[in-house]
């Protein structure tokens, strides 16, 4: 079997100006498209490790640390980067099969090239994390990942458009990643450090740069983000070892507008757009610490922080906050070392003077100032899905329904076409698990809106129900070992049911998250559904049983005034529609004004 190395080409997305404009990508390599791929680039061999960046104070503390820290420490997260190639050589010559894969690497390092090893679901096939910096992708894009997972089948091989403006591939196995990887990477994506303890998917607005009410363009921030963190700025291939031993996740969200279609109040690093008071100019007010894990549930808080929006005060202010991190948060109980845990540790004044003495270490002009006062007058958050005007003349956006974030592979493949005709080969994913083709010419829009592919029996559509279309859902116990109840499938059935027998005046948002662990965000909904242990009365033993379940929360907002509901509303409430539904619609019409039809 021929075995040929193809040098990974990994271009900084900001200096590929968007990269999700254009019907093809500009970068694919037509070596890709002929030869078979057995190994990792050799520079990547060649990388330090993301320990050598530690402290040794830091070192010290890891080697003693929790049972994640100690796998990194036996072998360094950036080992992934070349090992998983030749896992792949090795299992499609023969030679060991996946279950001969060194358990660490299986279920731990492999995370940190977005490899997440389905083992109570599908063994031996994995979730391929991406990262799409501000959601931004192309038609050619997209037919790659549908592509990319169409030999696993069509229930198996799915994509799912995540919570954090992001594409997850399913059912990928070791001896196919490389193609992957390689492909990813001639079309400047990537998915290395996309899992584990890495900076995740950089949010941005779904709008930018056709807002009429843009505040900032985040486009080019969450790009240079993107780039700070997995582009290893001496070889310029993915996979920073840098920030390649994180102690944990990190999230950073940059918000383009008063809407924060970003969610920046849920992310470590949130940048909320605000001009300066006395000056004038554009800038970010920065939130700090806000998370969701199976132990606490914490809203980010004000760092006393200001900074313009440029690109050179972003990356800087980021790269502080994210050394301070990487250095100094907890290594022993991983419950305790998220960025929030620091910042209490800390005092916010105390970080922020942290931070800013950081900032001044790097010598590039940064200045930060104290937080800026925030707009009070009234203003609405604005709808994503249907059809808008944009501030371009003549150009309208077109929002599309994807129910819970779930694309088979005929699905994207019709989106890469309506793309193509319609939007120049652009698409915009959306924190609601939605889709947005930008720059529909009006003149088109009614065309678009005939597509066959956004009508009849298809599951897309411009126009869903108010409760349909704001539905969101987590991953849930088809493929996700942690989840307790299944989730996509119930969410979409329930939300349809939902529309059928109640009326809501606006857009009612329900998500549904199958375990603590909280990926589906329910504290953030106005109903959010989350699986927990329920037991139902046997009419023939009289005995009450275990059965699928849910505790459901009320009264989350997102946008200028947002909060999270921590507390659940109601508990143990048995998943079965008979006994759901009811609940439900007594909630809408207690707390949303819903009226039966």
């Known amino acids: 079997m021929k075995r040929a190395a193809v040098h990974l080409l990994a271009l900084s997305s900001t200096a590929s100006a968007f990269v999700g404009t254009g019907g093809s990508s500009r970068f694919a390599s037509s070596a890709l498209n002929t030869a078979t791929v057995y190994e990792a680039d050799p520079v990547q061999a060649t990388k330090p490790t993301g320990t050598s960046f530690l402290p040794e104070e830091t070192v010290e503390r890891a080697k003693v640390g929790n049972k994640i820290e100690k796998v990194k420490m036996a072998k360094d997260p950036t080992s992934a980067f070349v090992d998983v190639y030749e896992y792949a050589r090795k299992i499609r010559e023969g030679e060991m099969t996946w279950e001969e894969v060194e358990a660490a690497d299986l279920d731990t390092r492999l995370k940190f090239v977005g490899m997440l090893h389905r083992n109570k679901r599908t063994p031996g096939q994995f979730m391929l994390r991406l990262k799409v910096p501000n959601g931004i992708i192309n038609s050619d894009q997209l037919r790659f990942f549908a592509d990319s997972v169409e030999k696993y089948g069509e229930e198996g091989g799915v994509l799912d458009i995540t919570t954090r403006q992001n594409i997850q591939l399913r059912g990928v196995k070791i001896e196919d990643a490389p193609e992957i990887f390689d492909g990813l990477h001639s079309r400047n994506l990537t998915s290395f450090q996309s899992g584990l303890d890495s900076v995740r998917n950089m949010v941005g607005s779904p709008l930018a740069g056709i807002d009429e009410e843009e505040m900032v363009d985040t486009r080019e921030l969450c790009n240079a983000l993107n780039d700070l963190v997995s582009l290893d700025p001496v070889t310029e291939t993915r996979g920073n070892p840098k920030w390649a031993n994180l102690p944990r996740k990190f999230n950073i969200a940059v918000s383009g507008s008063r809407d924060d279609y970003a969610h920046t109040h849920i992310n470590d690093i949130g940048l909320q757009p605000c001009p300066h008071a006395e000056t004038g100019e554009m800038g970010f007010n920065v939130a700090l610490g806000g998370y969701m894990s199976i132990k606490r549930v914490a809203e980010s808080i004000d760092s006393k922080m200001w900074i313009p929006a440029d690109r050179n005060s972003v990356v800087t202010l980021s790269e502080a906050i994210l050394r301070i991190f990487r250095d100094e948060s907890e290594r022993k109980d991983r419950q305790k070392a998220r960025l929030m845990w620091l910042v209490e540790k800390y005092g916010v004044d105390e970080f922020k003077a942290a931070v800013v003495?950081?900032?001044?270490?790097?010598?590039?002009?940064?200045?930060?100032?104290?937080?800026?006062?925030?707009?009070?007058?009234?203003?609405?958050?604005?709808?994503?899905?249907?059809?808008?005007?944009?501030?371009?003349?003549?150009?309208?956006?077109?929002?599309?329904?994807?129910?819970?974030?779930?694309?088979?592979?005929?699905?994207?493949?019709?989106?890469?076409?309506?793309?193509?005709?319609?939007?120049?080969?652009?698409?915009?994913?959306?924190?609601?698990?939605?889709?947005?083709?930008?720059?529909?010419?009006?003149?088109?829009?009614?065309?678009?809106?005939?597509?066959?592919?956004?009508?009849?029996?298809?599951?897309?559509?411009?126009?869903?129900?108010?409760?349909?279309?704001?539905?969101?859902?987590?991953?849930?116990?088809?493929?996700?070992g942690l989840a307790l109840v299944e989730t996509k499938a119930n969410a979409d059935r329930v939300a349809r049911k939902l529309d059928e027998m109640i009326t809501i005046n606006r857009p009612l948002r329900i998500h549904w998250t199958g375990c603590p662990n909280c990926c589906g965000q329910v504290q953030v909904a106005d109903i959010g559904i989350m699986g927990a242990p329920a037991r139902k009365l046997d009419p023939e033993t009289g005995k009450k049983l275990a059965v699928p379940g849910c505790n459901i929360f009320v009264g989350g907002r997102i946008g200028e005034d947002a909060h999270l509901a921590l507390e659940p509303y109601k508990k143990g409430i048995p998943l079965a529609d008979e006994e759901l539904i009811p609940e439900l619609i007594e909630i809408l019409k207690k707390e949303f004004g819903g009226v039966e039809k």
Request: aromatic fraction near 4%; charge should be negative.
């Open 357 to 480: 003495k950081e900032v001044e270490s790097y010598d590039r002009g940064v200045k930060i100032c104290d937080t800026q006062p925030a707009p009070t007058d009234t203003f609405e958050r604005r709808e994503l899905l249907g059809v808008h005007p944009q501030k371009q003349e003549g150009k309208s956006r077109v929002g599309i329904h994807v129910p819970t974030g779930r694309l088979s592979q005929k699905e994207c493949r019709a989106i890469a076409n309506l793309a193509e005709t319609y939007s120049d080969g652009e698409i915009r994913l959306t924190v609601e698990q939605n889709i947005i083709l930008p720059n529909v010419d009006n003149d088109k829009v009614d065309a678009l809106l005939a597509e066959p592919q956004l009508n009849g029996d298809s599951r897309l559509s411009v126009s869903p129900g108010n409760i349909v279309g704001n539905t969101v859902s987590c991953t849930g116990a088809q493929f996700c």
